[in-house]
């Protein structure tokens, strides 16, 4: 425990045993350990924050990517959000017309 104090802030000990002999100041090694940390993640997928944390984590995965996989996440969320606009225009017409009888 005496070499946790020369731990710099920000470090996860949980993956101290996959991490050993490598440097934790290393932003590399910063980046593999909160990647160890997001695919550990456990916990309820079906609570509201736990969607919210999952889309987050797309977001930043996208954002890391670059070419063909970037473009494909953009193609992902542009048909998700076009599926919604559909959904919605069609709720809307089918209220309306419900409305007008």
Do not use: K
């Not at 889309?55 to 542009?78: C, K, M, N, P, Q």
């Amino acid at each position: 425990m005496a070499e946790s104090a020369a731990v710099p802030p920000g470090w996860n000990p949980r993956f101290h045993d996959d991490l050993i002999g490598l440097d934790p100041a290393d932003p590399e090694v910063r980046a593999f350990a909160a990647h160890l940390d997001r695919m550990e993640r456990t916990g309820p997928t079906f609570t509201v924050e736990a969607c919210l944390d999952q889309v987050a984590d797309f977001a930043e995965s996208s954002a890391r990517t670059g070419g063909l996989r970037y473009w494909i996440s953009v193609l992902f969320v542009v048909l998700i959000v076009l599926g919604l606009l559909v959904t919605a225009w069609d709720i809307a017409t089918h209220t309306i017309a419900f409305l007008s009888r």
